[in-house]
């Protein structure tokens, strides 16, 4: 079977709420796929940073296979063998006392705004029902009808409505303005350390260190959506520890999961977290054995492997190398550790069309904010990797733009 057939298939068949790369993966391995006619292609993407190990990282293939063996399914209606084990191990690897476990990363936000909320009426004596949180222009911290009510970005929201209040949106990177939104309802702030989605947008630095001292000034919940920075694709495990602006509320989702399973999660100290009492709160499959096998595997193989250092080394190397790329199509090269973006000029179009070159040069990598390719490779690549990709990514960045419907501006 052809590309074709399967993008047909899912074209009749499935809600048209994306817009693929036209590249049809049957088969990965550590930082590479193959689509169905044979091609191989370095991953660029990581699904969206949720592959940091790799793709079928043996060692959580093994963990899982094992599971699968022994127990899948329990619900929270019973203890199982692992969860405990899994919170343990997350707990004290990421230093909060208490973890609650869910599957995606839209419900570890949802989750930790509920657990903010409680937390604001019953421990902090803000009135009931009248509290408010400050989020970022350009957030993206998933796609639920509570979370897209604070998303600034017009498509999240239309049709959506009627939204959530309870939300103050205060301009990127400004902590100043940050603190004169807060007033005597504000319970706290979520942020992305770095925005993802939003462009790889880098915020100033002393930016999450501000925040950090802002909201224990006020003695409001720092809470940091790392679903996409932390784990060690930043280059630390986690983005805060890069100005040691450790968030009261620390959401983690993506590469929790081992690039295998959705396991995703909230992390607080017990002051925090024991606000939430049997019955507030729950997910059929959340804290799962098969999920609590593969996240405490996906821990040890990151501190094993040392992945955020082999972050940290090899995305300096990378930016270094984009950044000395001369291209007339480059607005702005930046990112930290493998998380990078390189921002196209408007005038020469959407940063799409180069994604799609790259596709067809064994590259793959997602457009983000129309103008920004973002490159997030698996944080096991090879610095060998990163150099056949910077030979087919020059190649794109420097070649002259031929076909009209590439961008506005031929030359
Ligand atoms: C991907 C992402 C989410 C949403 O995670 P899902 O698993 O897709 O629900 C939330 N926040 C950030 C920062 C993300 O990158």
Known sequence: MNSSYFMNLEEKYGAHNYKPIPVVIERGERVWVWDVEGNRYLDM???YSALNHGHRHPKILKVLKDQLEKLTLTSRAFYNDLLGKFEQRLAEFAGYDKVLPMNTGAEAVESA???ARKWAYYKRGITMNQGNIIVVEGNFHGRTITIVSFSTEDQYKDGFGPFTPGFKVAPFGDAR???DLI????????VEPIQGEGGVRVPPEGYLKDLRAISSEH???LMFDEIQTGLGRTGKMFAWQWEDAKPDVLILGKALGGGVYPVSAVLANDEIMDVLKPGDHGSTFGGNPLAAAVGIAAI?????????????????YFLRQLRDIKSDYV??????GLLIGVEIKKEYGTARPFCEKLAKLGILCKETHDQVARFAPPLVIKKEEIDWALERIYKVLTEPIYNKGDAKKVV
Do not use: C, P, Y
Not at 183 to 190: A, F, Q, R, V
């Open 45 to 47: 993407l990581s699904a």
């Open 113 to 115: 705004l509920k657990i």
């Open 331 to 336: 607005k702005d090269v930046r990112g930290k």
């Open 177 to 179: 303005v940050i603190r």
């Open 183 to 190: 007033d005597d309802k504000t319970l706290g702030i979520l």
């Open 300 to 316: 040890d193989v990151l501190v094993e492997e040392k992945l955020d250092q082999r972050a940290k080394e090899l995305g300096e």
């Open 219 to 221: 003695k409001i919940l």
